[in-house]
């Protein structure tokens, strides 16, 4: 799997940044693939979260997370 992973900032308050991560769970995504298509859904979430600007972007292999 491939994750776009992002840092936020809040418009407001440009300290206040977060990390944060969507993943595509399709098997057969590139990292070429990801940031033709990352631009797409990172403007998708910049309308849904209109307090926060997104101070950069990158497309990488997902980490894989044990499930307790």
Do not use: D
């Amino acid at each position: 799997m491939i994750e776009l992973a992002f840092a936020t900032c809040f418009i407001e308050s440009p300290f206040n940044c977060r990390s944060r991560v969507l993943t595509f769970e399709v098997e057969r995504v590139s990292l070429f693939q990801c940031m033709a298509y990352g631009q797409m859904e990172l403007a998708k979430w910049s309308q849904e979260h209109p307090k926060w600007r997104i101070a950069k972007w990158t497309c990488r292999p997902a980490k894989l997370v044990a499930k307790i």
